[in-house]
């Protein structure tokens, strides 16, 4: 009798071990909704890129994040999809109309320049000089995309926390240093663009 035990191929060994990491970023809501808003959607990439790297290991495949970052609307059905097939894998129901929020994602993202062209080209067309479109137009435009954005990232965000069984994403809630730094470059960023917006958009002297 061989006393050689039978040792399983390392492939198998890492991804059984990858099985038991969650498969997406954690993160609670309350958290996601904060940095996404002061960040002005920039923390958004970084939640993108948290989200490949999590699939990436637990999935095994050979999933580069950083171009699926880069350009993150290219990938985002892809994302989305992945996050629906493992809630149905997992056996912990789906996520409902994924397609859609990808789609309201998209339409969000260009609305600003949307309005912006439909603004200029009216003006235009009925002869009449341009005399910007004010402070409250500006700040409405530049924010309520956004908001609705980040209502659908929570949205996506609470079916995340579900596979990884921490539905309030109580592991991720605390702001660390780094949040807190970037946080406050937000700020800076949304008083430097808001300026700069609302001084172009005055009427000319």
């Known amino acids: 009798m061989s006393d050689v035990f039978y040792t399983p191929p390392a492939s198998a060994l890492n991804n059984s071990s990858a099985k038991t990491d969650p498969p997406f970023f954690t993160v609670s809501q309350k958290k996601l909704?904060?940095?996404?808003i002061i960040t002005s959607g920039l923390y958004g990439m970084y939640w993108c890129f948290k989200n490949w790297s999590h699939y990436r290991a637990y999935s095994g495949r050979p999933i580069w994040p950083l171009p699926r970052t880069v350009f993150g609307l290219i990938y985002l059905?892809?994302?989305f999809y992945k996050i629906d097939g493992t809630l149905k894998e997992q056996g912990k129901g789906r996520m409902p109309y994924w397609a859609a929020s990808v789609a309201g994602i998209f339409i969000l993202t260009f609305a600003p320049h949307i309005v912006g062209f439909l603004i200029g080209f009216f003006a235009a067309l009925s002869g009449r000089p341009y005399e910007g479109i004010g402070m409250f137009t500006t700040l409405a435009v530049a924010t309520i995309p956004l908001l609705l954005i980040c209502l659908i990232l929570r949205r996506v965000q609470s079916f995340i926390n579900l596979l990884?069984?921490?539905t309030e994403g109580r592991s991720n809630g605390d702001f660390?240093?780094?949040?807190?730094?970037?946080?406050a470059i937000g700020v800076v960023y949304w008083i430097v663009?808001?300026?700069?917006?609302?001084?172009?958009t005055q009427a000319p002297a």
Do not use: A, H, K, Y
């Open 176 to 183: 660390t240093r780094w949040n807190i730094l970037w946080m």
């Open 33 to 36: 909704t904060v940095m996404f």
């Open 164 to 166: 990884s069984g921490d």
């Open 193 to 200: 663009g808001l300026t700069v917006s609302v001084s172009m």
């Open 77 to 79: 059905p892809s994302l």
